[in-house]
């Protein structure tokens, strides 16, 4: 354990009930031993009553649920013709919201979830009867908006819609989320309603800015917040390193630590970055705990679980329902665990692995010490830059501002696909268009209609395909098409994956895994989007695939200069081949070389880029033997830093680094991003350069390794076996751009 701090507990900040709530939801909520509200929900509630569009952005355990729900359960039993619609990003928290909704045993409330599983038959007795429809961003956009003519009595109605975990709605995912409010928005105009928009997400750094972009109104934030909260300590663990420098597996150290609180009874759960790292946990910590018994003499082994997607619906709720009611004493669980499902009354939470963002950190640390109760929560560090980073710096795990979160409705890669969809939904003029999707909408409009797509009448713009417009897109994918993989011998369906991920997730010979077990890929049939794989007797050995890649300039938006540097953001084209795989030996050592034949795939997307010139190179001493593995150095822990600037991964982005780039004519190191139009990630790389650049630098100067490893310089993505790489020059460069950038904090040393 290298770092441990307690944060103190908080005492509540409460209000009475306000005068305005209806007698009969005072009376449920006096039931459910609620007499006064914290000050955030009080805020909430006054706010949405007015009509104001709010997004409440508090801490986890907040009471965020009843923030949003006493204003419109208040409106429904004052008329029970108000229709509310709740979006939530996952079904499992619609129907945990469902629960609750009933929980308060209110007659006029008629509260459903309906999901892409629900029967046709049951949509069409919800359609008649519900006032509260609890669904998630995916069935919005592929049955009720599509299909609007039915659903036009409730959109008449529409008074509130609430949008939970609004954090979650960001890159790609969050971009296109933000096309289908608009579009919901548009529908609920036509058929006479303006709702008042009610979002609530965990901690970000740009809560009101993020809601206003999501569905294109001014919302103001609710930050403060009123609740209790009880001790806590937070701890960072650190994997030992044998003598040879390899650390510890942070599975297994992880594992250890819930054995360890489950043998003294604390009620934990422990949050994996994978269903298979899920699952290992559990095993690891099972055997650990072989021979021991609780105090009822049970096995303790029986009282550990894997709460993970893949499984049964029915099998999920009863694990819940262990969990909350105390049977279960340890859970290794995905992040299906960390959005506002009920599980209060642990006492411990084991992260394995930095999550990605300060949003998911405290998401996860608050499960813990629900309603006051002291807890744990400790953070077992991975090989991975950011992990090390809060390593050797630990005071930054508490006091760094939350990350932004990043969407891009004007990507056009999204935004055409979806005015297609408005079109289809509802002829759709120029103007409209420009007011509701912004600047650029016109032109793909009428570009459309160039190319036969749509057709114009009377000024409005209508689909003229035979099938439905929202047909062609993914809103959790970046590619519409997707590349089955198929287990030959039974002809079994186990997954699919995009087209461009499938050249290097499912390339003939990669080693796949689905749901704890190993396949070989067989085959790669590109042509009829099939990837053939096999399960062996025995394991197979690991893979890393092997890639090109070059990036071309299309246009330049903007540009800044730092003494002699060039900060660059435009468009790039992007073409990337797959060529060949490494098989891997368990240490990760290349014991074979396998070439392939697969076709370049192109990506148009965003970027940021930065140009050396000659002089600046010849004053840091990089010379030509030492400047490719610098400035791939360089890229490859900036690219793994970005996501404490902005809420993503470093699997949202790609990068690129040349001694002499042929558009720039100097050397020039890329960050794009990893999706077709941008994700508006790079664009935030621009925009904060020298706060960026310094995190690179101060990462690769705390790094104790002598020439580079997983924790600063090394990529897992790397496509060319993170070769070459030099850490030296690296620091230089880095020290060399945070000082032209004039950032405050520490001045890097170049010495």
Same mark, same amino acid.
């Given at each position: ?441 016109? +032109?793909?409009? =009428?570009? @459309?209609? $160039?190319?036969?797509?749509?057709? %114009? &009448?009377? *000024? !409005?713009?209508?689909?003229?395909? /035979? ?75 690991? +893979?890393?695939? =092997?890639? @090109?890649? $070059?990036?071309?300039?299309?246009? %330049? &938006?903007? *540009? !800044?200069?730092?003494?002699?540097? /060039? ?92 001694? !002499? ?91």
């Amino acid at each position: 354990m290298v770092h441990r701090v307690r944060l103190p507990e908080r005492d509540a900040r409460a209000v009475p009930l306000p005068a305005a709530i209806d007698d009969l939801l005072r009376q449920r909520l006096a039931l459910h031993g609620i007499t006064q509200l914290w000050s955030h929900q009080a805020e909430m509630f006054a706010r949405a009553r007015s009509g104001h569009h709010t997004i409440a952005a508090t801490g986890t355990a907040s009471g965020k649920s009843l923030a949003y729900q006493l204003p419109v359960l208040d409106a429904i039993l004052r008329d029970d013709a108000t229709f509310v619609l709740y979006l939530a990003p996952t079904k499992a928290l619609a129907h945990d919201q469902l629960r609750s909704l009933r929980a308060f045993r209110l007659p006029a409330v008629r509260a459903a979830a309906i999901d892409g599983d629900t029967p046709t038959g049951d949509r069409d007795a919800i359609r008649r009867t519900a006032n509260v429809l609890l669904t998630n961003p995916d069935l919005l956009h592929y049955s009720l908006l599509t299909d609007h003519r039915r659903w036009a009595t409730l959109l008449h109605r529409l008074a509130y819609v609430v949008v939970d975990e609004a954090h979650t709605a960001r890159g790609v995912f969050g971009s296109h989320v933000a096309l289908v409010l608009r579009r919901l928005r548009r529908l609920a105009a036509h058929y006479g309603s303006e709702p008042t928009w009610l979002f609530a997400s965990a901690t970000i750094g740009n809560p009101a800015e993020h809601a206003s972009r999501l569905v294109g109104l001014d919302v103001a934030a609710v930050t403060d917040d009123g609740a209790p909260r009880g001790a806590r300590d937070v701890a960072i663990w650190q994997p030992p390193q044998d003598a040879d420098g390899t650390r510890a597996s942070t599975l297994t150290e992880a594992a250890r630590l819930l054995a360890a609180f489950v043998t003294a009874g604390v009620r934990t759960l422990v949050f994996a970055q994978s269903r298979k790292a899920a699952e290992v946990i559990t095993l690891i910590a099972r055997d650990r705990l072989a021979g021991r018994h609780g105090d009822d003499g049970a096995p303790l082994g029986r009282r550990l679980a894997t709460y993970r997607a893949g499984y049964l619906a029915d099998d999920r709720r009863e694990l819940e329902r262990r969990l909350r009611e105390g049977d279960l004493l340890g859970v290794a669980a995905t992040d299906a665990l960390e959005l506002g499902i009920d599980v209060s009354g642990l006492d411990a939470v084991v992260l394995a692995g930095w999550p990605g963002t300060s949003a998911s950190f405290w998401q996860r640390v608050g499960r813990a010490g629900r309603h006051g109760a002291p807890a744990v929560a400790v953070l077992v560090a991975r090989d991975d830059p950011i992990d090390q980073f809060f390593v050797s710096a630990p005071d930054e795990l508490l006091t760094r501002e939350p990350e932004d979160a990043i969407i891009d409705p004007a990507n056009p890669y999204l935004l055409a696909p979806h005015l297609r969809c408005a079109c289809q939904e509802l002829g759709l003029t120029a103007d409209e268009a420009h007011a509701m999707f912004g600047p650029t909408a016109a +032109t793909h409009l =009428r570009d @459309d209609a $160039d190319s036969g797509v749509l057709r %114009v &009448r009377d *000024e !409005r713009y209508l689909w003229v395909g /035979r099938k439905r417009a929202a047909a062609a897109i993914n809103l959790r994918s970046t590619s519409d098409r997707r590349i089955r993989i198929v287990e030959r011998d039974t002809g079994q369906v186990i997954g699919d994956v995009d087209e461009p991920r499938a050249h290097h997730q499912v390339h003939q010979g990669a080693n796949y895994l689905h749901q704890g077990r190993q396949f070989l890929v067989d085959e790669l049939d590109l042509d009829q989007g099939i990837a053939f794989v096999d399960e062996p007797p025995t394991a197979p050995p690991r +893979t890393r695939p =092997r890639h @090109d890649t $070059d990036v071309a300039i299309t246009w %330049v &938006r903007n *540009e !800044r200069a730092f003494g002699a540097v /060039r900060v660059v953001f435009g468009a790039v084209r992007v073409t990337t081949q797959v060529t060949g795989f490494d098989v891997l030996a368990d240490d990760d050592t290349v014991v074979d070389r396998v070439d392939l034949s697969l076709p370049p795939v192109t990506l148009d997307t965003m970027a940021s880029w930065y140009v050396l010139p000659d002089d600046i190179l010849r004053t840091l001493g990089l010379r030509p033997p030492q400047l490719a593995g610098t400035l791939h150095a360089a890229e490859h822990v900036a690219i793994g830093m970005l996501g404490l600037i902005a809420l993503c991964d470093r699997w949202d982005l790609g990068g690129l680094s040349t001694v !002499r780039h042929p558009d720039t004519g100097n050397a020039t190191v890329f960050i794009y991003d990893a999706a077709p139009g941008g994700a508006g990630l790079s664009e935030r790389a621009h925009a904060r350069f020298g706060e960026h650049q310094h995190l690179a630098w101060q990462r690769v100067a705390d790094c104790s390794c002598p020439r580079g490893c997983p924790s600063c310089i090394q990529s897992p993505k790397c496509g060319n076996g993170n070769e070459p790489l030099d850490k030296a020059g690296a620091r230089e460069l880095l020290a060399h751009l945070v000082a032209a950038a004039g950032t405050g904090g520490t001045t890097p040393s170049t010495t």
